[in-house]
DNA sequence: CTTGAAGCTACAGTTGCTGTAGCTCTTATA
DNA sequence: TATAAGAGCTACAGCAACTGTAGCTTCAAG
């Protein structure tokens, strides 16, 4: 029988977000002492290892929510579990691209900075009167997307 | 003089999300017309575009904060403006190794599910059993950082 | 003068937690 | 067995950076 603090400990949560997984229905209610607190199982530890492990690769809760439903359905349900994980693969590679012309123009702009010693910095130019910036707004394109 | 949805349309803005810069502070209090709507000036539509540029890069709004209070002291600022531009490119150069080290994770995980047909799925598995997450939560590392 | 689009305020909701206040419980030691 | 530290409890507020809703008012074209 584990407390909710060695669960916290072996893997890397906090105390309040193992609460706070059992608010939304992420995490089972757990058994209880008789004075409240809560005891967990090993079962109970698999289940948070996998939905931190799931979080660090960047899945949304509710992808794990998911993922787990699907893992109490194991017929049928490889090709259901690949296809979250292929959306998830999606995700991760536009962040990335969208992050390298991010990198690309940041580096742009820093070296311009440089370059211009004395004068008024560039920087601030450039983040006035970039091109794209006061047109062609209409294609929704990545702006939604977390960066 | 332009309405909020002119100042919207032409920077790609939501009509909200203008209201919410002005009460945060961020966007000054523009004019009113006697019945009380808003009336911008080219000063406010450029301010606008900066900081939805410097959004698109990535700059928090307390970055973005920063860089409008520096160009407002021309003198001797240019280096700090330089360190914040230093200092965003770092984090997005984080954010880009962080989430190449996932995409690793997930297309091994991915190719681990194809080659194994039909036996249980093994993203499952992957997910439940990865080495390093039920020891060594001591190093903070990368944890608390967005992806 | 009418009508419909656009604007207004105020507030709730989003995601994924984190922090705080003010308690109570457990457990090791004296 | 008493006590005290540390861990746990609930309930709620707050974070970033918006977005959406309800229910109204104003503006501008015809």
Redo the contacts between chains.
Sequence with gaps: MLTIGTMA????TKVQTIRYYEQIGLMPEPGRTGGGQRRYGAAD??RL??I???R???FSLEAIRE?LD??DT?EK??AE??AV??R??RE??A??AR??S??V???R??AE??SDRVA??R??EV??D?EE??SD?KGAGL?GM??
Aim: aromatic share 2%; with cysteine; charged share 25%.
């Design positions: 400990k072996r893997t890397g530890l698999d290892a996998f931190r492990h799931a660090e690769l960047g993922l699907l893992s194991p349900s490889c579990i690949d994980a292929q998830q693969l991760v590679q962040r990335i992050l390298q991010l990198e123009e940041l580096r702009m820093i900075c440089h008024d910095c920087i601030l983040l006035r970039h910036c006061l707004h702006r977390p960066l």
